[in-house]
């Protein structure tokens, strides 16, 4: 029996809750695991796991082996790392995760630059709009918004992004600008639907207040690209990330409204588990990302924060 694969078998079926979903985590024939587990447990004479139709429940017994397992894991990971070269030479698999949209639009063009700089790691982007576990994900960088909760992670600030209000300046020239949030009953509107505050659109008009405002949403849609699209098109105002309308807006395709109702921006980190020594695979991307994403996230504010942006005017002159 190989006691390290039988380990990380236990393991993963500890944590999916079923052998079904380990099997399928560690792509793996469904009897091959519960064999692999029973193999365990006969060889420790003890009983690790309390099986039932719906769920796998820990022993007290398995409850101490899990524990020591992970250590034991994660100890071997450190020594096949280390005798791989990951922590003499950068090198190796990266997994970088980060918001969808976020993702795509700056840390897809720094991963390219990276690569061409490093020759010998390799990077797995994960693009996700919810916040993967590094440790259970096996993430080596995170990229998050928002703030962060109190944990053992190492996180660096690279920036704030805030929640703006924009629309395409032909339908604001048809329908006119809303001068206050309470406006907003007035205008068609595309809402988002992974807003965590669903139809109502929150302000802060100042000196700490937060105000809350139903909108009117003719059109609702799942995804950030979806929203601004349909605000290009007309369709109305729509709520996104700043960072999201960065371009449109430098394009001259959206104008923003509402700019003194603005919430507070929200720090963007990016943020590693750093748990004993970092591999110099870990190490080199935080130091070349860094110094990139903060450009990026400044050039984003001043783009939002420009009365007149160049694109927007040489995309005027270019029509006229």
């Known amino acids: 029996m190989d006691r390290l694969e039988a380990m990380s078998i236990l393991v993963a079926a500890a944590e999916s809750g079923s052998f079904s979903a380990a099997s399928r985590k560690l792509n793996m024939p469904l009897p091959t695991v519960s064999r692999k587990v029973a193999e365990l447990e006969a060889h420790l004479n003890a009983r690790l796991l309390v099986r039932s139709t719906r769920k796998l429940a820990l022993t007290d017994a398995g409850v101490a082996y899990l524990a020591a397992c992970k250590q034991i894991l994660e100890q071997v990971s450190e020594a096949e790392s280390a005798a791989a070269g990951e922590y003499s030479t950068p090198r190796g698999e990266l997994v970088v995760t980060a918001p969808i949209v976020f993702g795509r639009l ?110 009117r949403a003719r059109l609702s ?38 700019r003194n109702y603005e919430p507070e921006p929200v720090p963007v980190s990016l943020m590693h588990a750093g748990q004993g020594k970092l591999p110099l695979k870990t190490r080199s991307f935080i130091d070349f990302a860094v110094p990139r994403l903060r450009a990026a996230l400044a050039r984003d504010k001043d783009i939002l924060h420009a009365k007149d942006t160049p694109r927007a005017r040489q995309k005027r002159a270019s029509h006229s």
């Not at 659109?201 to 100042?206: C, D, L, M, R, T």
């Not at 979806?226 to 309308?245: E, P, W």
Request: charged share 15%; net charge negative; proline share 5%.
């Open 106 to 215: 700056h840390i897809l063009p720094i991963v390219g630059d990276f690569l061409a700089t490093f020759q010998e790691i390799s990077v797995r982007l994960v693009l996700a709009d919810r916040n993967l576990h590094l440790l259970d994900e096996h993430i080596d960088v995170a990229l998050r918004i928002g703030q962060l909760p109190d944990s053992s992670m190492i996180a660096m600030q690279v920036g704030t992004v805030g929640r703006v209000v924009c629309a395409s300046p032909q339908y604001l020239a048809q329908a006119g600008e809303p001068e206050t949030p309470a406006d907003l009953a007035r205008f068609s509107c595309v809402n988002f639907d992974s807003l965590p505050s669903g139809t109502v659109w929150n302000f802060a008009p100042g000196q700490g207040r937060q105000q809350a405002v139903a909108i």
């Open 221 to 258: 849609v799942n995804t950030a690209e979806a929203a601004i699209d349909a605000a290009i098109a007309g369709v109305g105002l729509t709520n996104v990330l700043s960072y999201q309308a960065a371009r449109a807006v430098d394009e001259g395709r959206l104008k923003l409204v509402l």
